[in-house]
């Protein structure tokens, strides 16, 4: 079956573009402003075109590839509001959505995707958003389908929300059904985790794992400006307590086998997880390399769109426009 070409923007450590490309969409462009998470792109996939450019800066003129393609992707920071105005803040965030939908405008795509937080598809500091997009697109002949997602259903141990845009042109916007959860059984960290907990010989790896019994938190990459690798505020952390994790940072190194981790000088019982864990709980598979530091890895990883749910929305974005 013939494959479909798409333009990935805000594109990260490429979780999103992971699962559009096990859907069948090769990337003709794939573009972040962060340099790190290019290196990632570039490590993994040689072949991408990838381009480290602030999308308000990006010029489709000058990169004419981008034109007349399938699909135009996004996981794009997630836009907040503010809890006292219940209005969205007009931030970078913001802008950049804006970017997104001003860029269908020239690659004239011929489905677009948008995946940002479940507010997006019916908070009440959204309208205006919302209202924006519509406005934008509608004159362009694309319907659209806003929906909610949550990761756990397609096999990811996380509990990930994902609000989700699809706007496509006519006639195809009647026939797109947004994915269906296909998991009968949810994933634990436990099952996850278990066999990498166990690598250096941890004798306790199956208790630990049947202590674990529960989907992971949402994974959070925090700011990238400030903060270290730690898997969430208190509440969380009392979370992953429960499951028998230290949550305050991340490891090194899993358990050996006494169950010491030698980068740990916490005295907590608890075990850390590794960043390597931490994309195993985002599902990344194990060959995807996140490059860079430690927090620089886990915050690419906090960040990123699990790739189930990418290749999920993808498989039924290129089901519609094949129909």
């Known amino acids: 079956m013939k494959r479909l070409s798409s333009v990935d923007v805000c594109s990260g450590a490429g979780g999103l573009a992971l699962g559009l490309e096990l859907a069948g969409f090769d990337p003709v462009l794939l573009l972040d402003s962060n340099r790190q998470a290019c290196e990632t792109l570039r490590h993994n996939r040689p072949s991408w075109n990838v381009l480290e450019m602030d999308l308000l800066d990006f010029d489709p003129l000058e990169h004419q590839v981008s034109y ?111 994915p269906e959860s296909a998991v009968v059984k949810h994933l634990t960290v436990g099952e996850a985790l278990r066999s990498s907990m166990s690598e250096r010989g941890w004798t306790g790896a199956d208790a630990w794992a049947q202590q674990a019994n529960r989907v992971a938190p949402t994974l959070v990459g925090g700011s990238e400006n400030r903060g270290g690798a730690d898997l969430g505020p208190s509440g969380t952390k009392k979370a992953w307590a429960r499951m028998g994790v230290n949550a305050v940072s991340l490891s090194d190194e899993v358990p050996g086998p006494d169950g010491t981790q030698e980068s740990d000088n916490s005295g907590s019982p608890l075990k850390k997880i590794t960043v390597d864990q931490a994309a195993l709980l985002q599902s990344f598979p194990k060959d995807w390399e996140i490059t860079g530091r430690k927090t620089v890895r886990y915050r690419q990883i906090g960040h990123a769109s699990p790739p189930p749910v990418g290749e999920a929305l993808g498989l039924a974005i290129a089901r519609t426009l094949r129909s």
């Not at 697109?137 to 909610?148: E, N």
Request: hydrophobic share 45%; glycine share 8%; proline share 5%.
């Open 68 to 178: 007349d393609v399938d699909l135009l992707s996004a996981g794009l920071p997630r836009v907040r509001s503010s809890a006292t105005t219940k209005r969205v803040e007009t931030g970078q965030e913001l802008k950049l959505l804006k970017a997104t939908i001003y860029l269908a405008h020239a690659v004239r795509p011929r489905a677009l995707l948008i995946e940002n937080v479940p507010e997006l598809v019916d908070g009440a500091a959204f309208d205006e958003v919302r209202d924006f997009v519509r406005g934008e697109l509608l004159h362009l002949g694309y319907g659209f389908h806003w929906f909610i997602l949550n990761a756990t259903d397609f096999g990811v141990p996380q509990d990930r929300r994902q609000g989700v845009m699809v706007a496509l042109k006519e006639p195809y916007a009647d026939r797109f059904r947004p």
